[in-house]
């Protein structure tokens, strides 16, 4: 029995582990965090945003970009585990 | 400290001065291998940490070595570039001479200025006309000019300009007219910054 249910849901456990590792690539999109980083020095630079605001938010978004790089990295290299 | 890190190369010039470089060195000077002269300072590593200060003085020392003796045509590097010792380094040379001599013809007495354009928060603008307006202006002025990401909302416009030194007062003026006639954007207008948008010299540090 357990041998049939393992050959039954196969299949639906890749599916549920690729949607994971899409919702992951979402959730920490380091693209989106650079451009992040990039306009907050513009708007810095054309003074619309104060050096405090501006330092502020420059620590928090490399703190969430490099938490974005390590998690990717664990993805490439399978370290991320899926747990049900 | 043993290892070099290359700010750009220049054709044989022998170039040193005291500066702030990177790392904390305080000397930039020339290693050369037939006529061709990779820029660099001391460093104690070949996987320099990449701090906004650091990037800053790499900049830095690139305008200095643009404007060193009158005027110089520099090809830069990225930043990061580091070699474990002169005998790697004088290989690069060696086995990207042609490429690097490209480049420099094609930059030679040109530095490269960057114009962004952004909208006030929450007004619309007519991306289109401002781009054909700008082309119009700039374009018959710069030898060359790059697009670039457009990495906020906010931006109308993010452009690169390869310029003359001859044809920077002119440049200039056409930015400041541009900057006058439109009271919607906020320019932001920069540089002059070694070419690095002009050049696509790709060499691997050890």
Known sequence: MFVLDDLLFRPFVGIIDALHTIALDELYDVEALEDDL?????????????????QRRKAELEAELETARDVHERLASGRVEVKR | MTNRYVYGIVDGETIEFETDAVAGAECVYTISHRRLGAVVSDIDTTD????????????????????????????????????????????????ARPAFRRAMTDIEGRFELGLKLVREDDTAVDR????????????????QSVENDLFSDRLVLNRSYLVGRDERETFDDAVADFEAD???????????????????VKIGAQ
């Open chain 1, 38 to 54: 990039k306009e907050n020095q513009l708007l810095y630079e054309l003074g619309e945003r104060s050096e405090a605001a501006y």
């Open chain 2, 48 to 95: 320099p940490e990449d701090t906004d200060e650091d990037a800053q003085r790499h900049d830095d020392v690139l305008r200095e070595i643009m404007d060193y003796d009158g005027g110089t045509t520099v090809v830069p590097m990225q930043f990061g570039m580091a070699f474990e010792g002169d005998r790697e380094l004088k290989n690069v040379l060696r086995g």
């Open chain 2, 128 to 143: 289109e006309a401002i781009e054909a307006d700008i082309e119009d202006r700039l374009e018959p002025i710069a030898a």
């Open chain 2, 182 to 200: 439109h009271d919607e954007l906020m320019v932001r207008y920069t540089g002059p910054f070694a070419p690095y948008s002009f050049v696509d």
